[in-house]
């Protein structure tokens, strides 16, 4: 499977440790622990802000897809307030919960916060599901949408 976060951005430095995510029974609320190291710095000792929406993107986007009945779908907006930077070589928190599902479209808030609960990043998200003729032509990101490859170490 092709993944920024599981790939590219993974090691020494960067994200080097597995994300541990935990999950409410009905998938409608999740909160995923990452390590961000100096590696992922925009400048001196501060994460990226890209980074950071691309966590968020894949947080996000686990918790709508659990939600969409063919677990197939894609970003259609992705809306970011950035709240106080976020330093590196510390261990961060995204928290996402579903705000709407109905129909092709579900609806996500997220937060990134520092462990002791700092707000970092606030985040809206919307996914569609694909029309069945997407879906049949099985896009090569397909794997990638499918699930979060942030989320599935834990």
């Known amino acids: ?19 541990l995510l935990r999950v409410k029974g009905d998938d409608s609320e999740s909160c995923t622990f990452v390590h961000v190291g100096r590696g992922l710095c925009g400048h001196d000792g501060i994460i990226h802000g890209g980074l950071l929406a691309t966590l968020l993107d894949e947080t996000l986007a686990r918790t709508a897809l659990s939600n969409l009945p063919e677990k197939i779908g894609v970003t259609a907006k992705l809306s970011l307030d950035y709240r106080a930077p976020t330093r590196a070589d510390q261990f961060i928190v995204i928290k996402t919960t579903l705000t709407k599902a109905k129909g092709r479209k579900a609806e996500v808030s997220g937060r990134v916060e520092t462990l002791d609960g700092t707000l970092l990043v606030e985040a809206t998200y919307v996914i569609l599901r694909l029309g069945a003729s997407l879906i049949e032509l099985r896009i090569p990101l397909q794997c990638h949408i499918r699930s979060a490859a942030l989320c599935e170490t834990a």
């Open 1 to 19: 499977m092709n993944s920024l976060t599981s790939g590219a951005l993974r090691g020494p430095g960067k994200l080097a440790l597995p994300a």
